[in-house]
């Protein structure tokens, strides 16, 4: 194992969206058996170290590969395209327009029916997103275009969680 590695190299996954969850938990937990520090208690407090180095490395790797929205981001970034949120925030005037009513619907529900409706077609959407975003990726190899669809679904997570927040707030 190389420290240098990309996630998918340490983690012997091909370099593309589309993952097997199970296959990254599987190999995750394989790979933390290896480098538990535990392990190297007879080698020396370096030997140790150097294992929780490891350890540490393959649950950053982790944290990546299996959230579909930091894998995606990654993905941009190994192809020389980062995603750069915090300093372009430009979207297309359609999805503003979406965001804008999403937020009155949200602003205007009553109740949890009204919610839970708004947050199944959030969802929606956002499924929509990751598909572009898989074929983006994965079958045109177009890291470019495919940024623009990672911002948005950043934009679609948060308000996500302002839905769910505001179903959490109605239900206690």
């Given at each position: 194992m190389n420290l240098q590695s990309d996630d998918f190299t340490l983690f012997g996954l091909e370099r593309r969206f589309r993952q097997d969850r199970a296959q990254i938990d599987a190999r995750w937990k394989d790979l933390q058996r290896q480098a538990h520090p535990d392990k190297f208690?007879?080698?020396?407090?370096?030997?140790?170290?150097?294992?929780?180095?490891?350890?540490v490395r393959i649950?950053?790797?982790?944290?990546?590969l299996k959230d579909p929205l930091k894998r995606a981001a990654?993905?941009?970034?190994?192809?020389?395209?980062?995603?750069n949120a915090e300093n372009n925030t430009a979207m297309p005037a359609a999805f503003l327009m979406q965001q804008m009513q999403w937020?009155?619907?949200?602003?205007?529900?009553?109740?949890?029916?009204?919610?839970?409706?708004l947050r199944?077609?959030?969802?929606?959407?956002?499924?929509?997103?990751?598909?572009?975003?898989?074929?983006?990726?994965?079958?045109?190899?177009?890291?470019?275009p495919a940024v623009g669809q990672v911002r948005t679904l950043m934009f679609i997570e948060r308000?996500?969680?302002?839905?769910?927040?505001?179903?959490?707030?109605?239900?206690?």
């Open positions: 208690a007879d080698q020396g407090a370096a030997a140790q170290r150097l294992a929780m180095q490891w350890s649950n950053e790797a982790y944290q990546r990654y993905l941009c970034e190994l192809h020389g395209v980062p995603v937020r009155e619907e949200l602003d205007d529900a009553h109740g949890g029916p009204e919610l839970e409706q199944q077609q959030v969802a929606r959407t956002a499924a929509e997103i990751l598909q572009n975003i898989e074929h983006l990726m994965d079958a045109q190899q177009a890291f470019e308000f996500a969680a302002d839905v769910d927040r505001r179903l959490d707030q109605i239900e206690s």
